[in-house]
């Protein structure tokens, strides 16, 4: 199962809002933010579910959505409350802590869309993953979106294979034997990112459709832009037009399954289509 008190504590002290300010965060709020808005009706109502500090909530309140914000922490919350207020942004209708698993505060039906754009790295267990789904699939009206992001497995693995060469202290060899048997990473020590699960596009798409969602699409989102995020955005002022091509060929091949497996963060586009068992 699971240790939630290791993840709240992880994101007690991660900077997650600036994290989408850094070059890396930013191109994948920039890749996702046109993917998400393209795939929502005007004025929908929409539950940002595991969206910590609130950017995603804060830019499509902007555009006129009602958003309503949920995060298994409590510190992030808080900070999401206070630039809400600062901001004065008045069509976020509610800030709620919950866990992904467990959507008991929101009624059936109640919402045109779902972001869940960080819950599923952290879930390593295959009922909690089922029970997030379906509790999504329950909180849609018929016909909603979901938006899900995940690590998948060959980036996740690679990725705690080279934290084992930085912090040695949190990955044994043990403990990196086990990503590339089971996409689960449990990090021995205290500090860094804590419990994570990176499944592979198809795994990913099995535990949506198995559970009355239909793909509309999946894609990388910073695709062969992941770890030239620093040069790339260099280019706006360097070179505008070498800049416009560099995202536009992102973007173009960011559906190749090679891309997705290989190049960080990924998301999923489903449409509730059937009866959730």
């Known amino acids: ?99 992904a698993v467990d959507l ?12 869940l754009l960080g819950p599923l790295y952290h879930l390593t267990n295959e009922t909690e993953r089922v029970s997030c789904v379906k509790e999504v699939h329950r909180v849609l009206k018929p016909n909603g979106k979901v938006f899900a992001s995940f690590v998948p497995y060959l980036t996740g693995a690679i990725g705690v294979a080279g934290r084992m060469f930085i912090f040695p202290d949190q990955v044994t060899s043990e403990t990196l034997s086990k990503v590339f048997d089971s996409g689960i990473f449990n990090n021995i020590a205290n500090r860094g990112f804590q419990e994570g699960y990176y499944p592979t596009s198809t795994e990913l798409l099995e535990l949506f459709g198995n559970n009355g969602f239909s793909k509309i699409l999946i894609r990388s989102i910073r695709g062969w832009g992941s770890g030239r995020e620093e040069q790339i955005y260099k280019l706006i002022n360097e070179s505008p037009e070498k800049y416009d ?28 289509t059937t009866i959730c068992k």
């Not at 965060?25 to 929409?46: A, C, R, V, W, Y």
């Not at 008991?104 to 972001?115: H, R, T």
């Not at 091509?245 to 509730?272: F, N, R």
Request: charged fraction near 25%; charge should be negative; hydrophobic fraction near 35%.
């Open 1 to 99: 199962m699971t240790d939630f008190e290791r993840v709240k504590s992880y994101y007690s002290v991660f900077d997650e809002w600036n994290r989408l300010d850094a070059p890396e965060g930013k191109l994948e709020f920039d890749m996702s933010m046109p993917i998400i808005t393209s795939n929502l009706n005007q004025e929908s109502e929409i539950l940002d579910l595991g969206g910590g500090p609130g950017r995603y909530t804060i830019e499509l309140a902007k555009l006129g959505h009602s958003l309503h914000l949920a995060d298994l922490s409590q510190t992030l919350l808080d900070s999401a409350k206070q630039k809400i207020d600062e901001l004065g942004i008045d069509n976020v209708k509610s800030i709620t802590q919950a866990n």
């Open 104 to 115: 008991s505060s929101f009624k059936s039906g109640s919402f045109d869309a779902v972001l």
């Open 245 to 272: 091509t560099v995202i536009e060929l992102i973007s173009k091949t960011a559906d190749d399954p090679s891309i997705i497996e290989m190049c960080s963060h990924a998301i999923y586009c489903g449409q509730k």
